[in-house]
Each structure stands twice: as structure tokens, then as C-alpha cells.
């Protein structure tokens, strides 16, 4: 028999509406599950266990992020299942720009109102994150707290680890002058700029399912809602064959910030302006907020979700990849000797 409290419930909590949610996300949860998982769902912890075959040195590495204020549109749209690819992604492109594979991912939901329908779906998006990424969903929590949250909001965040070979992580130590610089498209905003996306287009006040022509007729609403591009299995598949020396994940910051993250003191990241294949949206953004294209660059991915830097000689095996495995990488430019860090032009 599970427990219930008429008095918890009376004050906004009703613990019987986890244990429905929990029913409903059960399904979702085990089409992610590896063969590292040795734990259940409903555990107070989850439990994986390594393989560490072919690891010398074995390094854990951990990521952490939320999904932000794009949560915002998730409401005001009323959809709530592709919202947890996010979470995920924002997670795990960061681990996989160490070169280690995501084994696991946890999330945590905080809600006014535990509607399971609603926590279901969010937890279907972070399971098809996870399938993305290759990552066992093996553990989470669900918190209902009436009072601090609006009843019809909610707040998502998550955690991953992956391992690496200490020998294989990328460190851009034999970085050097001449590297190409190789960008992975974005889907779309992904999960950052989103405080100012919300501004420019007074999102409460205006019709997110309307078509817009500049987008191709999607509407603006769905258009935001894109879930953040996963990288995981491309850049896997070529940190195999390619002496990968730089990863980039184009987040929050944007090129200005996020790039010369993977550039060593004395060298720059040379951008080709004309290069960059900047998506309708930002386009978009920019003409209705008058935004400056300096403060889009250092806000926005631009259409870029990931960069990576590869040594000249290897440049054209990467794209070949990094295409065959489903990315339409090209090159946005090269690095150079300077210590202005990053320079697009």
C-alpha cells in the first residue's frame, strides 16, 4: 500500500500524484537504459557501473545546466516534451567537449503543481536527450512546491558524467597556428539568450502560434521551442579517427565567449564573418530588437551550435565525419597568432 497524507495535501503537496508520475515516466525512462545500469527507478540513488575496457587513467567528467527562461515559451505554448532534450543537451555537448562519453544523466523538476500528464512529458523529452546522447536516464527527483512556484510552472535542471582516458582528453596543448576551425550547425536559439529573445519579442503579448514568413511559415512559438542540437555520437565518431585539438560549445556568451574557451594563450580564433550560415531566426531577432551585430555574436550561437578545431591536414577527413554522421559541418575559419583570443571579420 503507498502512503498518503490528507494533511499535505491540504496544504498543496499530494505525494499520490508522484506516484502517478513516476507510473507514466516509466515507459521513457527504459528505452534509455545501458548496460551500466544496475539500479531501479525509485531507489535513493542510482547506481552505474563502469566499464572501464581499453582505459588506462579512467576520468570522470560532470556537467550540470538548466533549461533557463526558455521555459517561458514552453508555458505560454502549453508543451512541455521537448523541453528536457535541452537539459540534457546543455549537459552533455559540455562533456563531450573534454572528449569523454556521457554514461548518465539525472534531472530535478520543481513545480507548483505535480500534474503527472505534464511531468511525464517533460521527463519523455529528457529520454529521448538521453537516447541522443547515448546517456542512461538512472535516477531524478520531482518536487512539488505549492507557494514557491505558480501553479502552472515549473523549473527543470539535470546532471551527466562521462568518462574519458586521461591520455584522450582534449586539453588544445598542440594547438597551433594554421588549425581549421570547423562549425557544427545549431537548430536553432538552443537554450541561451533567451532573457533578451523574451524581450525583443514581448513574448507574453504577442501570438507565438501565428506564422511568420521570415521563418518559413512556422509559427514564432514553435520556431523557439526547437530542442538544442545533441553532438554526442558525431564528435565521438570523430575524436575515433581525427586529432581533434579544440571543442567549443556555442552557449550562452555566444562566439565571444564560448570559443576562446578552447584557445591557449598567443593564439586567436579567426572567424569568417561571410562564413557563418546564420539562421532565419537570428535574422529575425536582430532586425525586431535593432540588436547590434557585435552583441549578437556575443549572445546568440548565430547558427553554430559547436566548434571544433583540427589540425590543416585533417581537416577534410573531419567534415567527411562529421557529415557521415549526420552533421552538415563546413569551415568557418582558422587560428592564428595573436593574443586577441577570438576575432570574426
Known sequence: MKSQSESYKAAGVDITAGYKAVELMKTHIASTLTKGVCSDIGGFGGLFELDLTGMTRPVLVSGTDGVGTKLKIAFLMDKHNTVGIDCVAMCVNDIICCGAKPLFFLDYIACGKNIPERIADIVAGVAEGCVQSGAALIGGETAEMPGFYPVDEYDLAGYSTGVVDRSRI?????????????????????SNGFSLVRKVFDVENCDLKAPVAELGGKSLGETLLTPTRIYVKPVLALLEKVAVRGISHITGGGFYENIPRSIPEGLCAKIDRSAVRVLPIFDLIAKTGNIPERDM??????GVGMSVIVPAEQAEEALSILRENGEDAYVIGSVIASDAKIVIC
Do not use: C, R, W, Y
Not at 170 to 190: C, F, R, T, W, Y
Open 297 to 302: 555574436f556575443n549572445t546568440f550561437n548565430m
Open 170 to 190: 582534449i586539453d588544445n596543448k598542440k594547438m597551433q597556428e594554421g588549425d581549421v576551425i570547423i562549425a557544427l550547425p545549431s537548430s536553432g536559439v538552443h
